[in-house]
């Protein structure tokens, strides 16, 4: 199948389609890309949500924005806190921020609740004190859904959109392998992908020494330690990165209950966690004899 | 006491399968012990097992894991007397195939606390690799953000300079 690959968001993206895109279809595809990361990195300081890191102020988002607001809310609200958008400077803080400082400042990170002083809703970010709003819990599969529903909207019934391993599928179904955290080149197991989209998150390659990666528990600014990995699928990709991100806080029945989905959660001793119609498997050790 | 004992025996036991190399029940210890050559011996007892604790590794202990199946015994001595467990790894492509465990314990106690030890075994994930299985994609982290993994390449080699 052909492929369209491009770098978006700081990672690299793939298209695959039965024919290859038009050049008029590839420029769309990475504009979309291009308004995303121009609206929401805050690995740039000239974009729209930087525009709140030192002052005060009230900012205006892109359409998607509502969605996504929708979905941090739900998500903060499930894991009592744990997931939450104003998490970005407890990353900075450990050094996951613009420039790859990659080295702590001393001392905690000072949390704060989303609603002590920053409002989202719809398009609209209004911040009384300076914030800088994250959100890697749930933006890749943001601009996979995004990305999705222009191939839609362009006549496209078979294509995957593949997000370094966060997947937007239509038409041909997939056999995707879910990779194991602690041993490259091993899967822990397989699931078929349709019509929707399966998001992964770990914490083992975004992360740089003494317990230090990329998902925090917003509560206390801290490195989350008893979850390894999470795949989530879902209609929607938006939805499917979110409750990936949210499965390193709360069992898989909490978000089930509220969201349609099927998830896996492994922890780091290895036990897992799925949900009861997976359509795929989990390969484990053989029962005792 | 008993649960105390009992708990070292599965650390013990965790303890030579990460020695056997990929239990994914002990994965973050399995991955550095990849780097070391298995050693003939298990660290059973030097972790604290527990009394008299004779555990063996069959097969080839090279640097690499051969395939085969690899059984390490367990006995300790709980308040009713002496207990035994056996532990069966079957390895092949280097990769933990199938992870068995008997216990022949009559006491209503350690079959208790040896049963819990099992029934969590069973839980834990074994990886399979990938020229293995048939897959289309691959979904996890493997991938990451180009700023990130060019930022820590250039920290581990200032690290070395």
């Known amino acids: ?3 369209f690959a491009f770098d978006a968001i700081g990672a690299p993206w793939q298209v695959d389609t039965p024919l290859p895109l038009s050049g008029a279809e590839r420029g769309a595809i990475r504009r979309i890309a291009g308004d995303f ?10 974009s729209t949500v930087s525009r709140l890191r030192n002052a005060p102020g009230e900012v205006t988002l892109p359409p998607e924005s509502a969605a996504l607001a929708e979905l941090y809310r739900a998500l903060y609200r499930l894991t009592e806190g744990a997931l939450s958008p104003i998490v970005g400077a407890a990353l900075e803080h450990w050094g996951y921020g613009p420039g790859y400082r990659l080295t ?29 709003l994250d ?35 239509r038409g041909t179904s997939l056999r995707v392998g879910l990779e194991h955290p602690f041993q490259p080149g091993q899967a822990i197991g397989v699931v078929e992908l349709g019509d929707g989209a399966l998001c992964a998150s770990a914490t083992n390659r975004r992360a740089w020494g003494d317990g230090l990666h990329h998902i925090l528990d917003a509560r206390t600014g801290l490195p989350v330690t008893t979850v390894a990995a999470t795949w989530v699928l879902a209609a929607d990709p938006a939805v499917a990165d979110g409750l990936a991100t949210a499965l390193f806080s709360v069992p898989g029945e909490t978000l089930a209950a509220e969201f349609a989905c099927d998830y896996v959660r492994m922890f780091t001793d290895g036990r897992v966690e799925l949900s009861p119609t997976l359509p795929g498997e989990v390969f484990r050790s053989a029962p005792a004899r | 006491m008993l649960t105390r004992r009992t708990t070292h025996t599965t650390l013990a036991l965790a303890a030579s399968l990460s020695l056997a190399g990929a239990l994914a029940g002990c994965a973050a210890e399995a991955e550095d012990s990849a780097a070391t050559p298995p050693q003939p011996t298990t660290d059973a007892s030097s972790s604290g097992a527990g009394d008299g604790s004779t555990d063996t590794l069959a097969g080839d202990a090279g640097t690499e894991y051969s395939d085969g199946t690899y059984t390490a015994e367990g006995s300790y001595q709980s308040p009713a007397g002496q207990e035994n467990i056996t532990l069966e790894v079957t390895l092949a492509g280097g990769t933990v195939t199938e992870v068995s465990l008997t216990s022949d314990a009559t006491n209503p106690s350690s079959k208790q606390y040896q049963g819990q030890f099992i029934s969590a075994l069973e839980g834990a994930v074994v990886g399979k690799n990938l020229d293995e299985i048939s897959i289309d994609k691959l979904a996890g982290s493997s991938l990451t953000s180009i700023g990130f993994t060019e930022a820590l390449d250039s920290i581990k080699s200032e690290a070395r300079a």
């Open chain 1, 104 to 132: 702590p400042l001393s001392g905690a990170p000072a949390p704060r609740p989303w609603d002590s002083s920053v409002r989202w809703s719809g398009t609209t970010l209004a911040a009384d004190a300076p914030v800088v």
């Open chain 1, 37 to 46: 990361d121009a609206a929401w990195s805050r690995f740039r300081s000239d």
């Open chain 1, 1 to 3: 199948m052909p492929s």
């Open chain 1, 135 to 169: 959100i890697g819990a749930a933006g890749k599969g943001c601009l996979a859904g995004l990305l999705a529903r222009a191939l839609d909207a362009a006549g496209h019934t078979d294509y995957t959109v593949d997000a370094s391993g966060d997947l937007a599928n």
